[in-house]
C-alpha cells in the first residue's frame, strides 16, 4: 500500500494548543479535505473532522484506544489503566460498569443527589447575598453530589479539598506550567485516597452501602473475571466523579446562552419540556467542551487518499464536526429549533464522542450531562431569581475547557423551593 506521507512536517503543537477547538476543522475547511496529517507532541497524527471521518474513527477493525491519548491527557484528565485506552473484550466489560453507574436508578439517584445540593447551596447562597462565580459554585455542589452518590465517607469540612483536586484533573490537566503540574499531583493524590478506600472496602473496613458507585466500583470483576488492581479502580472511581463535576462547564455554558438568548427564557420557565431539550442539545452543539479524541490506527489502510500507518496516533475534532456545514445549517447561528425538525446521527452530533456508548468508544456519562443540564435550568428558571453581572461574556476559546474570558458571576435574588 503506497504511504504518501510527506516526508517532513513541522510540529504544530503550539498551534493546536492556542487554537484547540476549531485548529482541526478550520484547517480541513481551508483545505477542502476530512483529513490531513501534521506533528502534535512531535509525533505524526492525522486529524479528522466531520461525520465520515466520524463515521471511520469509530470502525473499532480500523482503530484502537491502547496508548492513544497523549501522556499528560493520561497523566491528569484521564488517568492510566482505565477504561479510554482499552480495546474488544476488556473494554465492553469495563464499559459495562460505567453504563450500569450512568443510567436507571443510579443517574435517578445522582439527580437526587444533585437536587439536595441545589437547595443547601442556594440556601447558603442567599445567606451570603454575594455574587458568585458561578463555576465555582456549580463545582462545589457538584463536587458534594457526587461524592455523596458515589457513597464516599465525607465531611463537610472536606468539600473544598475535595472540590479542589476533582477540578484540577480537568481544569488544570492543559494549563500551563504549574497548573498543571497541579493535575498531576491532584491526581496523585486522588487515586492515593480512593486505591486505599477500595481496598478498606473489599477487607471489610469501612461500612459501604453495597447500592453505591463505589462498592459496584470495588467488586467489578474485569473480562478475566479478576477484580481490579486498587489504583485502577480508583482510576475508574475518578472517571465517574471527574466528568460528574465537569459538568459544571456545560452550567455555565447553559447560563451563558440563556444571557446571551433572552427570548428563550419565558417558555422554558414555563416548562417547555420540548424546547428544554432542544435549547440544551443546541448549547452541548453550540459551546466547545471537548476538542478532540484520540486512537491508534489498528493496520494500514488507504482512506481519501491518505495513507493510515499501523500505529500512528489519530485526532477526531468534535467541535468541528458539530459546526460541520455539510451537517448543519448556518452552523455559527445558535439556533435551538434546528433540534425540534433535524434528527442528529451517531456521528454528526458529537459533543461527547460518536458511534454509541456500550460497544464503542462513546462518552457513558451522556445521560448524566443532558440530566443535570435539564436539572440545572429547572433550578435556574423556576426555582431562582438571579441576574448575570459579568459584562463580558466573550468565550475563551484558547482555554481548556472553554469558559468566558471574565468569570462568568450571577447574583442570586430570591430562592424558591
Ligand atoms: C471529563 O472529565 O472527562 C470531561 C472534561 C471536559 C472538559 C475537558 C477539556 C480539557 C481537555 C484537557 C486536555 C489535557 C491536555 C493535557
Same mark, same amino acid.
Given at each position: ?20 477547538? @476549531? ?15 501534521? +506533528?502534535?507532541?512531535?509525533? +505524526? ?13 469509530? #470502525? ?16 491528569? =484528565? ?62 462545589? =455542589? ?19 479539598? @475535595? ?7 480537568? #481544569? ?24 486505599? =478506600? ?6 471489610? @473496613? ?18 478475566? #473475571? ?18 460528574? /463535576? ?67 496516533? /489519530? ?14 445549517? #448556518? ?56 441576574? /448575570? ?10 482555554? =481548556? ?9 450571577? @447574583? ?6
Amino acid at each position: 500500500m503506497p504511504d504518501q506521507s510527506k516526508p517532513f512536517l513541522s510540529d504544530h503543537t503550539v498551534a493546536f494548543l492556542s487554537d484547540p477547538y @476549531r485548529f482541526i476543522g478550520e484547517r480541513c475547511r481551508a483545505e477542502a479535505c476530512d483529513v490531513f496529517e501534521t +506533528r502534535l507532541l512531535f509525533k +505524526r497524527t492525522l486529524c479528522l473532522s466531520g461525520p465520515e471521518a466520524a463515521a471511520l474513527f469509530y #470502525d473499532l477493525n480500523r482503530f484502537q484506544r491502547q496508548d492513544a491519548a497523549p501522556e499528560p491527557v493520561r497523566a491528569t =484528565l484521564f488517568g492510566k489503566g482505565g477504561v479510554q485506552g482499552l480495546d474488544d473484550a476488556a473494554h465492553r466489560q469495563r464499559k459495562a460498569l460505567f453504563m450500569g453507574l450512568t443510567h436507571g436508578d443510579a443517574l435517578q439517584g445522582l439527580l437526587a443527589h444533585a437536587a439536595d445540593a441545589w437547595r443547601e447551596c442556594a440556601d447558603e447562597w442567599l445567606v451570603l447575598g454575594e455574587e458568585l462565580v458561578f463555576y465555582d459554585a456549580m463545582r462545589t =455542589l457538584l463536587t458534594r453530589a457526587a461524592c455523596r452518590w458515589a457513597g464516599l465517607p465525607q465531611t463537610e469540612g472536606d468539600w473544598p479539598e @475535595r472540590t479542589r483536586q476533582l477540578s484540577a484533573l480537568f #481544569d488544570e490537566a492543559a494549563a500551563p506550567g504549574l497548573g498543571h503540574v497541579r493535575a498531576r499531583m491532584a491526581r496523585g493524590e486522588a487515586e492515593t485516597w480512593l486505591a486505599d =478506600l477500595i481496598e478498606d472496602a473489599r477487607a471489610g @473496613r469501612t461500612d459501604l452501602p453495597e447500592d453505591c458507585a463505589t462498592w459496584a466500583v470495588a467488586w467489578h470483576r474485569d473480562a478475566d #473475571d479478576a477484580l481490579m488492581p486498587p489504583r485502577i479502580a480508583a482510576v475508574e472511581l475518578l472517571n465517574l466523579l471527574r466528568p460528574t /463535576v465537569a459538568v459544571s462547564v456545560y452550567l455555565v455554558l447553559l447560563v451563558h446562552a440563556l444571557a446571551l438568548h433572552p427570548q428563550y427564557r419565558a417558555p422554558l420557565a414555563a416548562g417547555d419540556s420540548v424546547l428544554a431539550d432542544a435549547f440544551i442539545q443546541e448549547v452541548r452543539r453550540w459551546y466547545p467542551f471537548f476538542p478532540a479524541v484520540a486512537a491508534r490506527v489498528r493496520h494500514d489502510f488507504l482512506w481519501q487518499g491518505q495513507f493510515f500507518r499501523e500505529g500512528r496516533r /489519530v485526532m477526531l475534532d468534535l467541535y468541528g464536526t458539530n459546526h460541520d456545514p455539510c451537517s448543519w445549517a #448556518d452552523p455559527e447561528a445558535f439556533l435551538p429549533e434546528r433540534f425540534l425538525s433535524q434528527t442528529p446521527t451517531p456521528f454528526n452530533f458529537i459533543p461527547q464522542g460518536g458511534a454509541e456508548a456500550a460497544g464503542n468508544h462513546r462518552c457513558p456519562g451522556e445521560a448524566i450531562t443532558v440530566a443535570l443540564m435539564h436539572q440545572a435550568m429547572q433550578m435556574l428558571l423556576q426555582h431562582l431569581e438571579y441576574e /448575570v453581572t459579568t459584562q463580558n461574556l466573550a468565550l475563551d476559546y484558547s482555554r =481548556l475547557p472553554a469558559l468566558p474570558r471574565e468569570p462568568l458571576c450571577i @447574583r442570586v435574588n430570591t430562592v424558591r423551593f
